[in-house]
């Protein structure tokens, strides 16, 4: 990139441009939400859009065992399931399809030791979240505490999003993981043995495909008030 130091990118002047007449946005306002995505970066973008397409997923997967387990299992409630699982990967796609439209991340050491820390802290706290359930898998049947199994799960899922809003600076995964194991609780001391796995799995589906709308709608947002536009003549 040329240009005296600390200079902003054309693009970003023109997306600071779209951004201020479309919006209306005080230019103090607007400078710090476009810095947020365009130099503090668009790994953050596509990390929030992916972690959408998963949260999408296993939220799906929540859902299906919640109709298993309530015996609604049926054409109709599967096509239910997979076009709102569908809405939300069409969306998450056309976010990362639109990510790469935006200045690249700038290249420099602290970028590079960042992305390496994220992925290793990551990997450490899912091979935590995993071999917990796993070992829950394994130890429960065999106390005669199968019925916990699925609360478990859930309060573990919930768990692992508290590390990851302080690794990637999003809070919003505080709001997700605290749902979760509030849900949990709540289904714990109010409802009998025999709903928890329903419920339960109700309550996580929902949550989870929540808190991926979310994080998408953020992105779309942002990406839609960030497209340049020509200059004015």
Known sequence: MTGRPGAMPPKYLAAKRNLLQKNALPA????????????????????????????????SAWFALWLVATHRLRPATGALVSLGLLALVLTGSWVLRHVKRLPPPAPGLANDLRRRRERRVFGVVN?????????????????????????????????????????????????????LLAWTLGCLFILSQLEWQASVALGAGIILWLSASYSLGQAVQVLRNTQPTSAPK
């Open 127 to 179: 091979a935590v979240q995993w071999s917990a359930i796993f070992f829950a898998g394994w130890l429960l049947p065999r106390l005669g505490l199968t019925a916990y199994f699925t609360p478990f799960i859930a309060g573990i899922v919930g768990l692992h999003f508290f590390p990851l809003a302080r690794l990637f600076h999003y809070p919003a995964h505080y709001i997700t993981g605290g749902a």
């Open 28 to 59: 103090s306002r607007a400078s710090s939400y476009l810095r947020l995505m365009l130099t503090a970066n668009t790994d953050q973008l596509t990390g929030r859009a992916t972690g959408a397409l998963f949260l999408a997923a296993f939220g």
